[in-house]
């Protein structure tokens, strides 16, 4: 089971930081030594269940919700959208906007007074 989530997280990192290897780098250390310090926990126990599954969590996160930006030479980043990035229709942001109240789209926002 873990060993199961320690590749998927490094799989997932492969996919989010593609072509940076610095980060990729850091994000593999990070993950090993995260793994390393837990070693030695008993497999049936609450903590590790618990490690297990946050493991598995950052991988879908990384796999779903991380975009890589690259500068381009004329001073814009572009972005490098990969099949697995979620992609939403921001209804819920529209509604929420809906909600606020008649100020809401005209600058007051929901704070301001």
């Known amino acids: ?6 590749r998927h ?3 997932a990192a492969r996919t989010a930081f593609e072509g940076d290897t610095s980060v990729l780098t850091a994000a593999s250390s990070a993950a090993r030594q995260g793994f390393e310090t837990n070693r030695d926990l008993p497999r049936d126990s609450d903590v590790a ?16 919700n ?14 490098r959208i ?3 990035i979620e992609r939403g229709d921001n ?18 926002g ?4």
């Open 49 to 64: 269940q618990e490690l297990v599954k946050n493991a598995e969590e950052v991988a879908t996160m990384l796999r779903k």
């Open 9 to 11: 997280l490094l799989r």
């Open 82 to 84: 990969h099949d697995e």
């Open 1 to 6: 089971m873990a060993l199961a989530a320690y």
């Open 91 to 108: 209804e819920s942001i529209k509604q929420a906007r809906e909600t606020l109240g008649a100020g809401a789209g005209k600058g007051k």
């Open 66 to 79: 991380v975009v890589q930006g690259r500068l381009n030479g004329d001073g814009r980043y572009e972005l």
């Open 110 to 113: 929901c704070c301001s007074a």
